[in-house]
């Protein structure tokens, strides 16, 4: 009995050497049993996370062969339609890796696949944030973090995508060169660092090289650090419902549920990846041909998180400004630096500075640990939507040729519809998703005040049929019942018609304006009295067995 009881002396000398010198102990047992809200939603950023892991050990494993050079080269490697074709280093590498590494190409795919989800996790797990609530006091500086995180991961997507050196990557370095030197006062510096003089130069590859596997990495692995250690104190907002409040965690313990759960995660995410690697071609450098400023092809797409970039540059007119009436005195080329700067400053920076902006409009400063669901703030939810309409405008129209090309509409009438599109379609988003919202809230309303449809038809004494009603499941009530009106500024004035201090003056006003329209109770949940047959309804639904109510 003593031998199954006892801890093996492998595990309690080393444990017990450590818990003497680093006081390790204690630490493991507290953290070991912190309890964490459990929604498959949370799992999300944790995508993201595996997603870099995977990112890391591909990427070292492909540093080992990467040439960063622009040294040309005749390619003599075993791709036999590019034999005796001259290359840079950088692209003849890449090549080498693909036919001649043994499993190159599939840690190359892996590591390109990754990258991918790696964004694409990282915009979901956002949007399930922003739509939730979950930015509020005291995660203002986790959602900063992650806002930061989207953004070096576009740049580092970017400088990867650029390093094979092949034509597709090649076009899209020169639409970067190319908004980055029409940038007043700062492009032709920028420029320089980037290419060390005139396009395209003998450095960008070693350039872009450097930054892709040292700084922006090491800057991504400092703020994912931060934002870990910041959700792991903080923990994640819990859905509302039964016993979830402000003032609790209802959840699992980190070990073993949260634990077990995570690691099957990371290693389905670990499996989906390499499935798409081998399973899937992306990015076949091979059929593109290496990069010459002379050639160009058509249909040439960048990866899916700078479409809206592309789409950018490619709906704005061709419009500049020749400062002070003549060209030799400057230009300033806005059909490139309104593309290159207004829709990532509108999205980014609204992101960043939206927990506060709403806490401004608002006055709500009261720590939030229980997520909002989204029709319950039909604004943000609002605003939220027509973001992402405009984003996917922008996206789409990143393609107007090939959209062009399928559906045989002229190029110039996809480029006007894209423009009407970009301007017309997020309020469009907003004014529909604002009913939608409201719609959902008077739906939840009926479900407290007058039951759920059972889809069991009655006849009353006196002929008329109705459809039975029952009580929600506990569960579902409680979902409803979490609903809070949403915070608003108290506006009111004084007996002497003075408004309070702070909603004077002409920004005050418009404070006032904007937290009463934001804020306030739009739909109230009904107080479960109905009227009239709703009452019988009820009354029936009530008496009925318990098989009913399932239905």
């Known amino acids: ?17 450590l818990d003497d010198r680093l006081g390790a ?3 493991l047992k507290r953290n070991l049993r912190k309890i964490f809200p459990d929604h498959w939603t949370y799992l999300l950023g944790e995508v993201a996370l595996y997603s870099f ?26 791709y036999a339609p590019l034999k005796g074709v001259g290359m840079s280093q950088a692209y003849a590498s890449s090549l080498e890796i693909s036919f001649d590494v043994r499993g190159g190409l599939l840690m190359r795919q892996m590591h390109h696949w990754a990258a991918l989800l790696f964004v694409a996790s990282m915009m979901v797990h956002m949007l399930r944030v922003f739509f939730m609530g979950a930015y509020k006091r005291p995660r203002e500086l986790t959602w900063v973090i992650g806002v930061i995180l989207l953004t070096l991961a576009l740049a580092e997507g970017l400088t990867g995508y650029s390093l094979p050196d092949d034509l597709l990557s090649g076009a899209g370095l020169r639409i970067t060169e190319g908004v980055a030197i029409s940038l007043p006062l700062v492009g032709t510096y920028i420029t320089f660092f980037l290419f060390g003089g005139e396009y395209p130069g003998m450095d960008v590859i070693s350039r872009f090289y450097s930054l892709h596997i040292l700084l922006i990495p090491g800057i991504l692995l400092a703020l994912i650090g931060a934002h870990v250690v910041l959700t792991w104190v903080q923990k994640h907002t819990q859905m509302p419902g039964r016993g979830a409040n402000n003032h609790n965690v209802v959840g699992a313990p980190f070990y073993p549920a949260f634990m077990l759960k995570a690691g099957a995660m990371f290693l389905f995410t670990f499996a989906v990846v390499a499935g798409l690697g081998t399973f899937a071609q992306i ?11 002379a050639d160009i092809s058509a249909g040439s797409q960048p990866d899916f998180y700078m479409g809206f970039l592309e789409g950018a540059l490619r709906l704005m007119p061709a419009w500049e400004i020749n400062l002070f009436g003549t060209a030799h005195a400057g230009t300033l080329p806005l059909s490139v630096i309104v593309p290159a700067l207004v829709p990532m400053g509108i999205i980014m920076t609204g992101l960043a500075l939206y927990p506060f902006l709403e806490r401004w409009v608002t006055g709500d400063n009261r720590a939030m640990h229980v997520s909002e669901r989204p029709r319950n703030n039909p604004h943000r939810t609002s605003i939220g939507m027509s973001a992402i309409v405009f984003y996917g405008v922008l996206w789409l129209l990143g393609a107007n040729d090939e959209i062009s090309n399928v559906f045989q509409i002229s190029l110039n009438w996809t480029t006007y519809i894209g423009r009407v599109l ?28 007058h039951g759920v449809e059972s ?12 459809e039975v009603h029952t009580a929600p499941i506990d569960t579902v009530e ?9 915070p608003m500024l108290p506006v009111e004035e004084d007996s002497a018609g003075i408004p309070p201090k702070g909603m004077r003056g002409p920004l005050g006003k418009l404070r006032a304006a904007m937290s009463k329209s934001y804020g306030g109770e739009k739909i109230p949940l009904d107080d479960g009295h109905g009227h009239g047959h709703e009452e019988e309804h009820a009354a029936i639904g009530a008496s ?8």
């Open 478 to 486: 409680d979902s409803l019942r979490s609903k809070q009106p949403v």
């Open 25 to 27: 102990g204690k630490f």
């Open 53 to 78: 892991i995977i990112l890391l050990l591909t990427g070292t494993f492909l540093t080992l062969w990467f040439k960063p050079g622009m040294e040309h080269v005749i390619y003599d490697g075993s």
């Open 1 to 17: 009995m003593s031998e199954l009881t006892s801890v093996p002396k492998a595990i309690s000398g080393p444990s017990g050497f």
């Open 544 to 551: 009925d067995d318990k098989s009913i109510t399932r239905h």
């Open 455 to 466: 889809g069991v038809i009655k006849r009353l004494p006196h002929g008329e049929f109705i």
């Open 422 to 449: 970009v301007l017309v379609g997020p309020v469009l988003a907003y004014v529909i998703t604002y009913r939608i919202c409201l719609g959902l809230q008077r739906s939840d309303a009926a479900v407290i005040g």
């Open 283 to 293: 990015n076949p450098i091979w059929i593109f041909g290496p990069y010459n400023p």
